[in-house]
DNA sequence: AACCCACCCAACCGCCTTGGA
DNA sequence: GTCCAAGGCGGTTGGGTGGGT
């Protein structure tokens, strides 16, 4: 037996839309709006079915669509999001503002689909379908800004899609926590692993005195991250396991040197401000590793229980990102750079959602920066943009290599807030850093709620790992403002009581069956 | 002018999902 | 848990259109 038609369909007009229909549609609508679709035909004087009405609506009448040409930029979006979602044509147009689904399609059908397959690029795939190198470059610079082509090449589209997907995703996820959150139902993971009691610093503030704590840390074996960020009330973090960190960042980077994707990396973190070449930061990161090996004993085998002195006043509404220099950022409190380190130079960000109230914060070497990793500093003082892949790679490894690099600061962990914080450096108000590692498990869902830099606004950083097609890992820093404070601070207050008695239950545990370790090997 | 053909895109079809009873 | 209505979604259709012969 067949489906039943959506509707009676005896006497119904099919076919294209006059203009008295779409009038009385439009009218009825913007008076009554469309309620049930099935009762509105009846109702508006129309001989349509409801589906009818509802796609002649959706598609065509309502004010909110956007009609005619699609730009430059909308296609390559739309080849973009093509290649990580397929033919998802809602979840495209969910990304094209005032675009409809059937409109995207209908184009990609219509021109994107061919124009790929007269450049030999599998429009199902987005592969080349033969080595016509000379059309699957074109497709790269569709895709790619012209600043980033010349240094890419085909694999970066696929990386890029695979990382554009994870982001995706994670927005998805986390709109879905939120709303769980928002209806009080949120609840960290349950394979959540803790560090051990013992493991913690005694500076680090005992867990149930702490303002801000959300974190989810999906231990795994291997290589992966863990984190405990038992945040402070004055800012944020706690622990670290920053064997497995090291450990992690290492693989990556041997992986990306061995796997040739280290123009893949530098575009996707930097996009135009690569200030080295990929050999260069190739032996770099390798050079760095073989000169590191000496002090890694001491300072990777332990467990770096942490507190970070660079938590930037929070509670008096001060840090350092909100300072113009490394000077005033001092001068406001926090620690002066002392060895190889990082420190930030703040600047006005340019179409931030709130000027007024929003500083950019960029990653810097300061002074006595690596010899064998030669960044100009002015190339970052002058860029306009997020730092480079070696700069970020480097606050790593230097944050990582050096133990920690601020007096008063007993841990890296500063370095790594910033390398979270780099990304506030984003056009818009949300962003994401991606770390490619082929471990097959790579773990690691953590996040983290800490107050924001400013009075004004939230700051909501994440850390989402998933897998891509070729094998490799993508770890995300992923990072928002939220803007709706008052939903926000609905929503923390959520968070506060349930992952204090979440994370005191799995903390006791962990204490009583020793299930947690740290200060992991160095493999 | 008439015909053919390829192309475009609005609209349709049918399956799937969701949410309420 | 089941049923069902409503809406969402993606694949497909077919009428309109324009260029070529």
Same mark, same amino acid.
């Given at each position: 037996?067949?489906?039943?038609?959506?509707c009676?369909?005896?006497?119904?007009?099919k076919?294209n839309?006059t203009l008295e229909?779409?009038?009385?549609?439009t009218?009825?609508?913007?008076e009554?709006g469309h309620?049930s679709w099935?009762?509105?035909p009846k109702?508006?004087?129309?001989?349509?079915?409801?589906?009818s009405c509802r796609?002649r609506?959706?598609?065509?009448?309502?004010?909110d669509?956007?009609?005619?040409e699609f730009?430059a930029?909308e296609?390559q979006?739309?080849?973009?999001?093509?290649?990580? =979602?397929?033919n !998802?044509?809602?979840?495209i147009?969910?990304h094209l503002?005032?675009r409809?689904?059937?409109e995207?399609?209908?184009?990609?059908n219509?021109h994107l689909k061919?124009?790929?397959i007269?450049?030999?690029?599998?429009p199902?795939?987005h !592969?080349?379908q033969c080595?016509t190198?000379?059309?699957?470059n074109n497709?790269?610079?569709?895709?790619?800004?012209?600043?980033?082509?010349?240094?890419g090449n085909l694999?970066?589209v696929?990386? +890029?899609?695979?990382w554009?997907s994870v982001r =995706?995703e994670?927005?998805?996820?986390l709109?879905r926590?939120a709303?769980m959150r928002? !209806?009080?139902?949120w609840r960290?993971s349950?394979s959540?692993?803790?560090l @051990?009691?013992?493991?913690?610093s005694?500076?680090v503030?005992?867990l149930?005195?702490k303002r801000?704590f959300?974190?989810?840390?999906n /231990?795994?074996?291997? @290589?992966g &991250?863990q +984190?405990?960020?038992n945040?402070a009330?004055?800012g944020?973090?706690?622990?670290?396991?920053?064997?497995?960190?090291r450990a992690?960042?290492?693989?990556?980077?041997?992986c990306?040197v061995?796997?040739d994707?280290? @123009?893949?990396f530098?575009q996707r973190m930097?996009?135009?401000?690569?200030a +080295?070449s990929?050999t260069?930061?190739?032996?770099s990161?390798i050079k760095?590793?073989?000169t590191?090996?000496s002090?890694a004993?001491m300072?990777?085998?332990?467990?770096?229980?942490l507190k970070?002195s660079?938590n930037?006043?929070i509670?008096?509404?001060?840090d350092?990102?909100?300072?113009?220099?490394p000077s005033?950022?001092?001068?406001?409190?926090s620690p002066?750079?002392?060895l190889s380190s990082?420190d930030l130079?703040s600047?006005?960000?340019?179409?931030?959602?709130?000027?007024?109230?929003?500083k950019v914060?960029?990653?810097?070497?300061?002074?006595?920066?690596p010899?064998?990793i030669?960044?100009p500093?002015s190339a970052f003082?002058?860029?306009?943009?997020?730092?480079?892949?070696?700069?970020i790679?480097?606050a790593?490894?230097g944050?990582a290599?050096?133990g920690?690099?601020?007096?008063?600061s007993?841990?890296p962990?500063p370095?790594l807030e910033e &390398?979270?914080?780099?990304?506030t450096?984003?056009?818009t108000?949300? /962003?994401?850093?991606?770390?490619?590692?082929k471990?097959s498990d =790579?773990?690691?869902?953590?996040e983290?709620v800490?107050? /924001?830099?400013?009075s004004s606004?939230?700051?909501?950083?994440s850390?989402?790992?998933?897998?891509?097609?070729?094998g490799?890992d993508i770890c995300e820093?992923s990072?928002s403002?939220?803007?709706?404070?008052d939903d926000?601070?609905?929503e923390?207050?959520?968070?506060l009581e349930?992952d204090?008695?979440?994370v005191?239950?799995?903390?006791d545990?962990?204490e009583?069956n020793?299930?947690?370790?740290f200060?992991?090997?160095?493999n």
């Amino acid at each position: 037996m067949g489906r039943a038609p959506c509707c009676d369909k005896v006497g119904l007009k099919k076919g294209n839309w006059t203009l008295e229909e779409d009038q009385k549609l439009t009218a009825y609508i913007n008076e009554h709006g469309h309620g049930s679709w099935r009762a509105l035909p009846k109702k508006a004087g129309l001989l349509r079915c409801g589906k009818s009405c509802r796609l002649r609506w959706t598609n065509y009448l309502r004010p909110d669509i956007k009609r005619g040409e699609f730009s430059a930029s909308e296609e390559q979006k739309i080849i973009q999001l093509h290649a990580l =979602l397929g033919n !998802k044509w809602s979840a495209i147009a969910s990304h094209l503002p005032r675009r409809t689904d059937n409109e995207i399609k209908n184009y990609w059908n219509t021109h994107l689909k061919k124009r790929l397959i007269k450049m030999g690029i599998d429009p199902v795939t987005h !592969k080349p379908q033969c080595s016509t190198l000379v059309s699957a470059n074109n497709y790269r610079s569709s895709l790619v800004p012209a600043s980033n082509a010349s240094a890419g090449n085909l694999s970066a589209v696929n990386h +890029m899609a695979q990382w554009e997907s994870v982001r =995706l995703e994670t927005e998805a996820r986390l709109a879905r926590e939120a709303e769980m959150r928002a !209806k009080g139902t949120w609840r960290p993971s349950s394979s959540v692993h803790y560090l @051990t009691q013992q493991s913690r610093s005694p500076d680090v503030h005992d867990l149930s005195s702490k303002r801000t704590f959300a974190s989810v840390a999906n /231990g795994s074996t291997g @290589t992966g &991250i863990q +984190m405990q960020l038992n945040a402070a009330s004055n800012g944020v973090f706690g622990e670290l396991d920053f064997g497995k960190l090291r450990a992690d960042i290492s693989f990556m980077a041997s992986c990306l040197v061995k796997n040739d994707n280290l @123009t893949t990396f530098q575009q996707r973190m930097c996009s135009p401000y690569i200030a +080295m070449s990929e050999t260069e930061l190739s032996n770099s990161l390798i050079k760095w590793e073989k000169t590191s090996q000496s002090n890694a004993g001491m300072a990777w085998s332990d467990s770096l229980k942490l507190k970070s002195s660079n938590n930037m006043n929070i509670a008096q509404g001060r840090d350092s990102s909100s300072c113009s220099s490394p000077s005033q950022a001092s001068e406001h409190g926090s620690p002066t750079s002392t060895l190889s380190s990082l420190d930030l130079v703040s600047k006005q960000k340019p179409n931030y959602t709130d000027p007024s109230s929003q500083k950019v914060r960029r990653l810097c070497w300061h002074d006595n920066k690596p010899s064998n990793i030669s960044t100009p500093l002015s190339a970052f003082e002058q860029a306009q943009s997020p730092p480079s892949a070696d700069v970020i790679l480097a606050a790593w490894y230097g944050a990582a290599g050096k133990g920690h690099s601020r007096e008063g600061s007993p841990s890296p962990v500063p370095c790594l807030e910033e &390398i979270m914080q780099c990304e506030t450096l984003n056009d818009t108000s949300e /962003g994401s850093l991606l770390i490619g590692s082929k471990s097959s498990d =790579l773990l690691c869902d953590l996040e983290l709620v800490s107050e /924001g830099m400013s009075s004004s606004h939230h700051h909501h950083t994440s850390v989402d790992v998933d897998g891509g097609d070729d094998g490799h890992d993508i770890c995300e820093i992923s990072y928002s403002t939220l803007l709706a404070e008052d939903d926000y601070e609905c929503e923390w207050t959520n968070i506060l009581e349930e992952d204090v008695e979440a994370v005191s239950a799995a903390l006791d545990d962990a204490e009583a069956n020793e299930q947690l370790s740290f200060g992991c090997s160095m493999n």
